[in-house]
T-cell receptor, first 111, second 117 residues
Framework: GIQVEQSPPDLILQEGANSTLRCNFSDSVNNLQWFHQNPWGQLINLFYIPSGTKQNGRLSATTVATERYSLLYISSSQTTDSGVYFCAVEGEKGSNYKLTFGKGTLLTVNP | NAGVMQNPRHLVRRRGQEARLRCSPMKGHSHVYWYRQLPEEGLKFMVYLQKENIIDESGMPKERFSAEFPKEGPSILRIQQVVRGDSAAYFC???????????????FGPGTRLTVL
């Protein structure tokens, strides 16, 4: 099946700093989503971005499908940005619409 | 517009009991997915259902686990004779459609945290 690798695994920032999270995937995708799992365990949809660039406030994402990677940018980070960021993909071939998740990036934003 | 709803949010069972987890998809969504998040592991797909049909159950353990999505009512994930290794967070997701070249964003519920004593 499709493989998803996220980097870095852990990231510690001071409030106000910017960061870039990366997601590499091993095959063509129908769907790519970014999620934030907050400290209460809830999965929040950030972006649905199988290709192209999107922005939502301080967050933006870019997926270059031909090169099989996606980037999530967080600008002017806040303590509420802390949590785990997951990239998840639905492969084109034989995945039957299920999402395969990366292991996540644990982000800690200190005041 | 209500999101995906799951209940209960927390469930405690003793070994050998049954656990029933419920999921109501977002309004207008007819595709339901169940995922499990084990401690120290990532989120793993379990099963994909449409109304009255199991489409893909390749991630479901072969024994003790079953899922349904009846014509009326929520989707149910059922775990019989629970063991300690079943302790995990179980998430349900729904999407408006599925398949290539369609808008198939999955939206997740808050999860059910199952603890087996």
């Amino acid at each position: 099946g499709i493989q998803v690798e996220q980097s870095p695994p852990d990231l510690i920032l001071q409030e106000g700093a910017n960061s870039t999270l990366r997601c590499n995937f091993s095959d063509s995708v129908n769907n790519l989503q970014w999620f934030h799992q907050n400290p209460w365990g809830q999965l929040i949809n950030l972006f649905y971005i199988p290709s192209g660039t999107k922005q939502n406030g301080r967050l933006s994402a870019t997926t270059v499908a031909t090169e099989r990677y996606s980037l999530l940018y967080i600008s002017s980070s806040q303590t509420t940005d802390s949590g785990v960021y997951f990239c998840a993909v639905e492969g084109e071939k034989g995945s039957n619409y299920k999402l395969t998740f990366g292991k996540g990036t644990l982000l800690t934003v200190n005041p | 517009n209500a999101g995906v709803m799951q209940n209960p949010r927390h469930l405690v069972r003793r070994r050998g009991q049954e656990a029933r987890l419920r999921c109501s998809p977002m309004k207008g969504h007819s595709h339901v997915y169940w995922y499990r998040q084990l401690p120290e592991e990532g989120l793993k797909f379990m099963v994909y259902l449409q109304k009255e049909n199991i489409i893909d159950e390749s991630g479901m353990p072969k024994e003790r686990f079953s899922a349904e999505f009846p014509k009326e009512g929520p989707s149910i994930l059922r775990i019989q004779q629970v063991v300690r290794g079943d302790s995990a967070a179980y998430f349900c997701a729904s999407s408006p459609s599925s398949g290539r070249y369609t808008y198939n964003e999955q939206f997740f519920g808050p999860g059910t945290r199952l603890t087996v004593l």
